[in-house]
C-alpha cells in the first residue's frame, strides 16, 4: 500500500518495501498511495534524518541543510567562534572588531598604538616614537625608536662610541654628546672613538685644530681660551691667537712701541719710536 510519492515500491520475499529515493523519507509511517516518503531531508528541520533540526542560530547568519548535513553560514565580518550554535546565538564573533580581527581570537592592537579592523585587517598606527618591529599586531608598537639600539627605525643601532662622551637618541637622530674639554674631531663616532680630541691644549684649544702659536710668545689654554704672553719687544697686534706676537714692536711702522701706535708723515720706527 505504500505510495509513489518519492519512493520505489517493491515485494522483496513477499514483503512489501519501500525504497526512499536520495533526500526523501517516510517519517509519519503512512505509506498509503500518493504519500508514501513525503519528508525532504535536506531540509533544516529534518535534516539528514526524521525530526532532525539544525540548532545553529540565525544571529548573523543564513542555516542550510546540505545534502543531509547542518551548514551554518556566517554573514561577511561575522564568525561562529565559540562553536555553539544554539538559537539566537550563531555567529557571534565580529571578526571587523580588534580582538577578533580577520578571524576568531586574532588580537590587534596593544601598547603605545592606535588600532583598527577595516574589513578584517589590522590597520596598527603607532604612538610617536614607536615602532611595531616585531610585526605582531597582538603586542602593538613595543619598541621604543627614540632609543640608540633603535634609533629612528627597528635595529637602527647609534655607532657613537662612549670615550670622553654621552650617547642619545633624541626624536630618532643619534646625537653624541661630548664631556667638558673634549670634542669629535674627525667625525669618526665608531666604537671607542667617540670624542676623541682633548680642546683644552694649544693645538685644539676650545675647539678642533684652534692652535695657540707660540712664536715669540709663551702660550696657554685657558677654559677654552688661548692666553698669549709676547716676549718682550714683540705684540700680538691682530688678535690671532694662531701666529703667535707676530709684530716686532722696535721696527714695526704700523705698530711702534705697541699696538695700533703708526709713524705718520714720513717718520719711520727704530728701536721702538717713530723718528
Known sequence: GGGTDHDTESCAAGVCVLVSDAGWEACDGNQTANNGCEVNIFSTTNCGGCGVTCGGGTDHATESCAAGVCVLDCDAGWEDCDGNQSANNG????????????????????????????????????????????????????????????????GVTCGGGTDNATESCPAGICTLACDPGWEDCDGDQSADNGCEVDIT???????????????????????????????????????????????????????????????????????????
Open 201 to 275: 691644549t694649544t693645538n685644539d684649544c676650545g675647539g678642533c685644530g684652534i692652535i695657540c702659536d707660540d712664536t715669540d710668545a709663551s702660550a696657554a689654554c685657558t677654559a677654552g681660551h688661548c692666553v698669549l704672553t709676547c716676549d718682550a719687544n714683540y705684540g700680538n697686534c691682530d688678535d690671532d691667537p694662531s701666529n703667535g706676537c707676530e709684530a716686532n714692536l722696535l721696527t714695526n711702522d704700523a705698530h711702534c712701541g705697541f699696538c695700533n701706535n703708526a709713524c705718520s708723515g714720513g717718520l719711520s720706527c727704530s728701536a721702538g719710536s717713530c723718528s
Open 91 to 154: 555567529c557571534e564573533g565580529n571578526i571587523y572588531s580588534t580582538t577578533n580581527c580577520g578571524g576568531c581570537g586574532i588580537t590587534c592592537g596593544g601598547a603605545n598604538a592606535a588600532s583598527g579592523c577595516p574589513a578584517g585587517v589590522c590597520n596598527l598606527v603607532c604612538d610617536a616614537g614607536w615602532e611595531d618591529c616585531d610585526g605582531n599586531p597582538a603586542n602593538g608598537c613595543e619598541v621604543d625608536i627614540y632609543s640608540t639600539t633603535n634609533c629612528g627605525g627597528c
